[in-house]
Structures are given as structure tokens and as C-alpha cells.
């Protein structure tokens, strides 16, 4: 069965391009995630934000790998950076799937008890401390930092360059042997970056959901909270709207990609035939779901900071210092210089104390 060069062709430059894009944006959107979620740490530090924090950095570090991908996407998957990068190369790519998915469970499990826990003291400004130590978000990080890597051990291992038909392709060659390797490897791909994450997601947003269910409505319509002033009706529709956001990407973003993989899981265990359509679509379609799963690295930042409040707020304050240093005196050492000098301190001074406009309005 043959797919048609010029199509393939164009899928690939598409694809090619896709990861080129998606490379430049995670790179502005976590290295901005990554300024603001510090700041906001040392003003109130959370278990969240260290989550968040580690979740950038992994984000980071695999959009680094994707102009490799682009350029063996573009190239009909020859690979032209030798063996030891297409071990390095893969082992990121793989170590960033593992632990986003894990790093993004224990963000959910922190922020059901983040937000649980400041709903029973009628306020959500009061939740950064979260579930437990200031010592212990460090601890849980490193462990899932060494969860992560234990899963990509496989891949670090087996990961090679191989010449296929003439072409040197960068790849996984398992040992031969009574096992199917890939079919386990993509089994355990499947059920530890996907299903259980996938389900600590759901759980813990059905949980939030019960618990807001729960609560008194005087408390929802808006009564005075512990330092008096008046509880927004719109926080825990807020935490719920976000909290489904994240749910629907992730699941969005990786289910196809996964569901083609269990595909050929079940032809490689012949429950399954092999036929044409189970080519076409690993031929044209799978590539594109990687596209779709790669992109989650792009809106992991977008839906964890961008859309909280606190991290707007610190946001429109970066950018008011910025415009205050652009828009400074003429010139240095000059009369208007020195005279804007006091009325720019004064004013940035208070840029940091001054909430900013709403929303709708930034």
C-alpha cells in the first residue's frame, strides 16, 4: 500500500511547521510562566506554584527537542544528529510526557485541597499555604521527577539510530526475544501517562464538584468573609470553570494520540487485523496527534497562569514597569530626566500596591 508522495510531503513541511510553531510559543509562554509563578512564590508560597513551577520547566525543556523533530519530520524521518542525540532527543521528548502528566496530577490533587481547604475558612485568598509544609511540595517534586525518569528507562535504554531500507531512522530497537517489547512499552505508555493521570484529574474534579455542591449557599452569595470584606459569588464557579479546562485539554490533547497507539497495541496481540485502513490512518492521522499532544505544552502555561488572577495581576504590573522605563526623560542626566526621576518611583511604587482593571479590561 503506497500513500502518495506529494501528499506525504505536504504533511510533513505541515508537521515540520507545526512543531516550529509550537517550539517559539512554549518557549515565550513557560520562560513567562516560569518569571511569574517565582514571583508570585516569594510573595506567598504554595504547594501549587511549586507544581506549576516544575510543570513549566519540563514543558521548557521539551520544546527545546522539537526543532530536532522538525527537521527528521522534514528530512521523511532520516535522522542527521547521530545516535547520541536521537538518545538524548528521545529520552526528553519521553521524560516531558511522563512527568507533565504526573506533575499535572498533583496540581490537581493540590488544588482540591488548596481550594477545600480555604472554602472552609470563607476565603480563597487564603489558600496559597496548601495541604502541607512549606518542605514537602520539594520533596513530592523530586519524587515525581524520579517517577518520571524510572519510566523513561525503557527509552533512554533501548533508543538508537537504526538504518531501515537505507534511511537511519531514530528509534527504539528492543531485544528479540518471546516478548512483544513494544506492544508492553506502549501499554505502559498508555496506562501510566494517560489512564491514571487521566483518572486523578477526573477524580479530583468530581470531588471538587461534590464538595462545592456542599457548601451553603449565604456563603456563595456573597457574606463577609474572615477580614471582612464580601466573598465573590464568582469564585467557585471560577475554580470549576478552570478546573474543567484542564481536564478537557489534557484529555483532548492526548486522547487520539493514544487511542491509535492501543490500536496497534491490539494488532501487535493479532486482536485486531492489520488492514489498509489501520495504515492510512497511522500514516496520515497519527503524525497529526502528535502534533495535537505536543501542543498541550503550549497551553499547560496559558491554562495554569494566564487564566488565574493573581498571575494577571503580577502579569499587568511586569508590564507597567516595562512602559515605566520606556516612557522615562529624554535623555540621561538631563533637567527632565532628573525631574521625572521622584514621579517615576512614586509611580511604580504604586503600580505594585494598585490591584489592576478587570479582566475584561487587561
Known sequence: MEVPAGAALVLRLLIAAVYLAVCAVGLV????????????QRRRPSALNCFVLNLAATDFQFVLTLPFWAVDTARDFSWPFGSAMCKIVLSLTVLNMY??????????IARYFTVAGALRRHSLDDGGAACCGAATPVWVCGLLWVAASLATAPTALFSTVASVAGERLCLLR?????????ALYHVQKITVAFLLPLATLSSCYLLLLRFLSRRPRPWLRGTAGPSGAPSSPRRPSRVTRSVTVVVL???????????ITLWGVLVKFNAVPWDRAYYLVHSYLFPVTICLAHANSCLNPLLYCLLRPEFR???????????SVSSSGP???????????????????????????PPGQV
Not at 495581576?313 to 512602559?323: A, N
Not at 535623555?331 to 482593571?357: D, L, N
Open 331 to 357: 535623555a540621561k542626566g538631563g533637567p527632565a530626566s532628573a525631574a521625572s526621576r521622584p514621579a517615576q518611583r512614586r509611580w511604580r511604587s504604586s503600580s505594585c500596591s494598585e490591584p489592576p482593571p
Open 99 to 108: 512527568a507533565s502528566a504526573f506533575f499535572l496530577s498533583a496540581m490537581s
Open 249 to 259: 485539554a489534557f484529555f483532548l490533547c492526548w486522547l487520539p494520540n493514544h487511542a
Open 29 to 40: 509562554g513557560n520562560v513567562l510562566v516560569m518569571v511569574l509563578v517565582r514571583a508570585r
Open 313 to 323: 495581576q503580577l502579569l499587568w504590573e511586569l508590564c507597567r514597569r516595562r512602559r
Open 174 to 182: 528492543f531485544p528479540d526475544g518471546s516478548w512483544d517489547w513494544l
